[in-house]
């Protein structure tokens, strides 16, 4: 079992900045996938960014250039530096960590920090 704590959410005004951190303990491997999504009331989650244990990072179209995800040099922790952040950026932030077990994908969720972004 895996367990995923974050910090970091709060509320700014539009063209602020944040940082959310996610740490990861339990039984983690050295192979994963650790990454941000969004949620908003109504609408499923949406990717953010992830990072890998390699050290390749995807992000969201809308994202790139004002947010960068980073693992700290670290296999338990990923940090999330949000610049520039637009109202639409408001929501709920969960930290996503996949592991694999054989051929089975695990997925582990933290609890979420409110992001809120004020025009």
């Known amino acids: 079992q895996v367990e995923l704590v974050e910090s970091g959410g709060g509320t700014v005004q539009s063209g602020g900045s944040l940082k959310l951190s996610c740490v990861a303990s339990?039984?983690?491997?050295?192979?994963?996938?650790m990454g941000w999504y969004r949620q908003v009331p109504g609408q499923s989650r949406e990717l953010a960014a992830t990072?890998?244990?390699?050290?390749?990072?995807t992000y969201c179209e809308s994202v790139k250039g004002r947010f960068t995800i980073s693992s700290a040099n670290t296999k338990d922790t990923v940090v999330l530096q949000l610049n520039n952040l637009k109202p639409e950026a408001t929501g709920v932030y969960y930290c996503?960590?996949?592991?694999?077990?054989?051929?089975?994908?695990?997925?582990?969720w933290g609890q979420g920090t409110q992001v809120t972004v004020s025009s």
């Open positions: 990072i890998r244990s390699n050290g390749d990072t």
């Open positions: 996503n960590r996949k592991q694999w077990a054989g051929k089975n994908t695990i997925n582990y």
């Open positions: 339990g039984s983690i491997h050295d192979a994963y996938i």
